[in-house]
C-alpha cells in the first residue's frame, strides 16, 4: 500500500498546549499536505510543503519535511478546543495523492 | 479555491442495488478522485477520475463495481453497484489543479442493508 504511518493515532492535551503529529511515507513526493477532518464532514487543506522545502508556517501551525527520511511533522502551537478534529498527511506522487493513517487530537478546554 | 457539492449527504439502500454518487465543482478542476473512508480510519483511493476517458482505479477496485464517470472539467458520478453490507461506508470526492490543494466534498454516508 502507498498509504503513509501517522504517530500518534490519537493525542489528548489541554488547550494551550502544542500539539505535534507525524507522518512517515515510503515513495519519493512531489509536495506533502496536511488535512484536519472534523467529525463527519470533508477535509479541509491545511498547508503545503513541497519536496525542495524543509520548513512552512502558517498561522499556528509549523510543518517540517525530512526527504531523507521520508518524513514530516505538524506542529500546532497553542492549541484551542476548536482544534479537536483528525489530521491527516497526504503525499502527492505521479498523478495521486494518498493519505496517511491520521491522527485524532482532543483539545480539553 | 473551489467548492464542491457532493450528493447525496446520506443513504440507506437495499442489498444489490446501485447508488450514483454526484460531486459538483464550481471551477474547473484539472484532477478529480473518489475516496471510501470507514468511519474513524483514513481515507482509501478508489479512482482518478479521468476527463473523457476511462478513470484509473486503484488495485482492489474495479470498474464494474465502482463505474465513474466525468463528462467535463466541473463534474464527475461514482456508481457503487450490486451493493453489500460491506459496501457500507462514507464516499468522497475530491478536486483541485495538479498536485496541488485538494478540495473535498462533504462526503455520502452509505449504509446497505
Known amino acids: 500500500s502507498q498509504q503513509g504511518e501517522e504517530d500518534p493515532q490519537a493525542l489528548s492535551i489541554q488547550e494551550g498546549e502544542n500539539a505535534t503529529m507525524n507522518c512517515s511515507y515510503k515513495?519519493?513526493?512531489?509536495?506533502l499536505q496536511w488535512y484536519r477532518q472534523n467529525s463527519g464532514r470533508g477535509l479541509v487543506h491545511l498547508i503545503l510543503?513541497?519536496?525542495?522545502?524543509r520548513e512552512k508556517h502558517s498561522g499556528r501551525l509549523r510543518v517540517t519535511l525530512d526527504t531523507s527520511k521520508k518524513s514530516s511533522s505538524l506542529l500546532i502551537t497553542a492549541s484551542r478546543a476548536a482544534d479537536t478534529a483528525s489530521y491527516f498527511c497526504a503525499t502527492f506522487t505521479g498523478n495521486q495523492f494518498y493519505f496517511g493513517t491520521g491522527t485524532s487530537l482532543t483539545v480539553i478546554p | 479555491s473551489a467548492v464542491i457539492s457532493q450528493k447525496p449527504s446520506r443513504d440507506i439502500c437495499q442489498r444489490g442495488t446501485s447508488l450514483t454518487i454526484q460531486c459538483q465543482v464550481d471551477s474547473q478542476v484539472t484532477m478529480m478522485f473518489w475516496y471510501r473512508q470507514q468511519p474513524g480510519q483514513s481515507l482509501t483511493l478508489i479512482a482518478t477520475?479521468?476527463?473523457?476517458?476511462?478513470?484509473?482505479?486503484e488495485s482492489g477496485f474495479v470498474i464494474d463495481k465502482f463505474p465513474i464517470s466525468r463528462p467535463n472539467l466541473t463534474f464527475s458520478t461514482l456508481t457503487v453497484s450490486n451493493m453489500s453490507p460491506e459496501d457500507s461506508s462514507i464516499y468522497l470526492c475530491s478536486g483541485g489543479q495538479g498536485g496541488n490543494i485538494q478540495y473535498f466534498g462533504a462526503g455520502t454516508r452509505l449504509s446497505v442493508l
Open positions: 515513495t519519493s513526493i512531489n509536495n
Open positions: 510543503i513541497r519536496s525542495n522545502e
Open positions: 477520475a479521468n476527463q473523457g476517458s476511462e478513470a484509473t482505479y
